[in-house]
């Protein structure tokens, strides 16, 4: 694990409550409109990837899916998501604090059949660990299995959290995803943040050929 990623970000957790960060979302609409439209059953796997605090898992559990993966590299960020739910909900969710570009650190997980990442891949600006990140997307989602990216948009931020982010069109999603994903569908979505600032994403969603 890298750690100082994983201190900067407990750091960014420690900090403000959840509903104050940049990237909170009362309903993550967007995620959840792509993940219905997968047609999983729901006891399909979903992986979410830097799942932070993020209100989604609330979201699904509610939906009635019970097979759910929350990975994130800090380990406060997983204990504020688990209290924010229910003692028996939480004990649903399989809590994985690992980082997401190290191979080792990923071999517990089983093949899922959505891995969603709304707003982690975009802070992978080497080429090394965008590398990483793809071999294990591949490694880990099932075939005809399901990949949903938000990224921040060409003209979004260039910073989040006080670090560089590498910005992706869809074009430059799909070339990244390769010919082994074949893109169903990508939108321009403009987030808020709790301040009121325009936050522009791509949101894509993948199938696993
Ligand atoms: C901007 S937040 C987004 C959180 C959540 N997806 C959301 O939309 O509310 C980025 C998250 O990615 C996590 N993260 C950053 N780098 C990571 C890595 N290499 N592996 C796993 N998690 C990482 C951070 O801890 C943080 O929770």
């Not at 979302?25 to 219905?36: D, F, H, M, T, V």
Request: hydrophobic letters at 40%; glycine letters at 4%; charged letters at 20%.
């Amino acid at each position: 694990m890298h750690l100082e990623t994983k201190e900067h970000w407990n750091h960014a957790y420690s900090k403000s409550d959840t509903t104050k960060l940049g990237w909170y979302e009362a309903i993550p609409q967007a995620s959840l409109e792509l993940i219905a439209r997968c047609q999983i059953s729901q006891t399909e796997s979903i992986l979410d990837v830097g799942s932070g605090t993020t209100n989604l898992i609330s979201e699904l559990i509610a939906l009635g899916y019970t097979n759910l993966f929350a990975l994130d590299i800090s380990p406060l960020a997983l204990m504020k998501a688990k209290s924010l739910l229910h003692k028996d909900q939480a004990g649903m969710v399989k809590w994985i604090e690992a980082d997401v570009t190290q191979t080792a650190e990923m071999d517990m997980l089983p093949e899922v059949s959505i891995w969603h990442d709304r707003a982690l891949f975009h802070f992978l600006t080497t080429d090394d660990q965008r590398n990483a990140y793809h071999i294990l997307m591949q490694k880990k989602v099932k075939r005809e299995g399901h990949v949903i990216l938000a990224t921040f948009a060409p003209d979004g931020a260039s910073k989040c959290s006080g670090l560089d982010v590498r910005r992706y069109s869809s074009e430059q999603q799909k070339k990244f995803m390769g010919h082994e994903f074949e893109l169903v569908e990508t939108s321009n979505i403009t987030s808020h943040t709790p301040s009121g600032a325009l936050r522009p994403y791509v949101y894509s969603h993948f199938i696993k050929m």
